[in-house]
């Protein structure tokens, strides 16, 4: 089982609909969570960290689940400028390592 | 600051040829990392450092050398070029307390 899974999509939504991500990890040692975004042929860039009583950021919401080893990612309002795909890492205690997902793919039309 | 750079962006090799894999970054990061990403994958990491003179392996590390002589640069070296090699390679530093990672742009790599 790998550490981190993800569905890879596409999903296809209008602009300005919810659309929601998960993602599973299978180490239960795993303490810091984050999500990163890769647009085509770019580097990932970190989004946003996940924290633990969850947390927002514009029409960004992440959450985290330990008992069922998930986190989530809401995102509000989608813009067209919101198309790529959405990366889930996790990094655990004590390595300067991150473990990435394969990714999820969004994509926002008009 | 321009941050994390790699080159070439991109490289063509054939079989059995050496190169190496530039990435500087300005940042004055104690950490620095390089992963490799392929479709259906996900970014996998080849060798990291914690520090100038300090590197270890990471999850795939057969067929790579690393070296950190300097806080700024950490090349990347192919032994000897496999298909299994083709890839997109990416540089990564961060701050040492912080667990944010800054991704250089990437070097595509093709191994005929």
């Known amino acids: 089982r790998k550490e981190v899974e993800q569905d890879p999509g596409p999903f296809n939504v209008p602009e300005g609909a919810t659309v929601a991500f998960n993602c599973t990890y299978s180490?239960?040692?795993?303490?810091?969570f984050f999500w990163y975004r890769q647009d085509c042929r770019k580097e990932p860039k970190l989004l946003m960290s996940v924290y633990s009583s969850g947390n927002e950021d514009g029409r960004f919401t992440a959450q985290l689940n330990r008992a069922s080893q998930y986190i989530s990612l809401l995102i509000r309002d989608s813009k067209l400028s919101d198309s790529a795909t959405y990366l889930c890492v996790h990094k655990n205690t004590g390595f300067q390592k991150l473990v990435f997902g394969t990714g999820t793919r969004l994509l926002v039309s008009p | 600051n321009a941050g994390v750079t790699q080159t070439p962006k991109f490289q063509v090799l054939k079989t059995g040829q050496s190169m190496t894999l530039q990435c500087a970054q300005d940042?004055?990061?104690?950490?620095m990392s390089w992963y490799r990403q392929d479709p259906g994958m996900g970014l996998r990491l080849i060798h990291y450092?914690?520090?100038?003179?300090?590197?270890d392996q990471g999850e795939v590390p057969n067929g790579y050398n690393v070296s950190r002589s300097t806080t700024e640069d950490f090349p990347l070296r192919l032994l000897s070029a496999a298909p299994s090699q083709t890839s997109v390679y990416f540089c990564?530093?961060?701050?040492?307390?912080?667990?944010?990672?800054?991704f250089g742009p990437g070097t595509r790599l093709t191994v005929l």
């Open positions: 450092s914690v520090g100038a003179g300090i590197t």
């Open positions: 940042m004055n990061h104690e950490y």
């Open positions: 990564a530093s961060s701050p040492k307390a912080s667990a944010e990672q800054f």
């Open positions: 180490n239960s040692a795993s303490q810091s």
